[in-house]
């Protein structure tokens, strides 16, 4: 039987990832490939807009998916959580990624204007890899306490 991420992941084990970025005089290009630099094949990619003030989005935690958040416009703070200790990004930049592992749960908070956030998935979607209830999420971390 192989360990639920719940169990074993760490806060700590979520962090900024730097991607490619092409300055030019016109414009710059940032650039983001399967497992370069990003640890995981992309097999899913959508985004987040239009977001209303004081409204945030997360509120889960994945059981196998691995992401990488950006904010491709905008800012918004990520706050992560794995049972024991929180750890809150700024994401602000479009050429750096928050890579965030299975069996930590997320928030996402603090959208400014216009803000763009866009997720990109190590799986495609399947409701049995959510853990939506933050209750839920406790027992499944409570050996971590």
């Known amino acids: 039987m192989t360990q639920d ?8 084990a979520c962090h900024i ?29 959508y985004y987040l807009y239009d977001i209303p003030g ?3 989005r997360g509120g889960h935690s994945h059981r196998n998916l691995y992401q990488l958040l950006v904010a ?3 800012s918004f703070d990520v ?3 794995d049972g024991v200790r929180q750890r809150r990004f700024t994401l602000n930049r479009p ?3 928050l890579l965030i592992v299975p069996g930590i749960w997320r928030v996402l ?7 763009v956030c866009l997720c990109l998935a190590s799986e495609h979607y399947s409701e049995a890899d959510y853990v939506r209830d933050y209750d839920q999420f ?4 409570a050996n971590k306490r």
Do not use: M
């Not at 991420?5 to 700590?12: A, E, G, Q």
């Not at 908070?109 to 803000?115: H, V």
């Not at 406790?138 to 971390?141: D, F, Q, R």
């Open 95 to 97: 050429y750096q990624g």
């Open 54 to 56: 004081g409204e945030s």
């Open 79 to 81: 706050v992560l959580d």
């Open 17 to 45: 990832i730097e991607l490619d970025k092409h300055h030019h005089a016109n414009g710059n290009l940032t650039v983001v490939e399967d497992n370069n630099p990003i640890p995981f094949k992309i097999r899913r990619t």
């Open 109 to 115: 908070e603090e959208f400014s204007s216009g803000s």
């Open 138 to 141: 406790l027992a499944l971390t």
């Open 72 to 74: 491709i416009s905008g």
């Open 5 to 12: 991420p719940h169990t074993s992941s760490h806060v700590d």
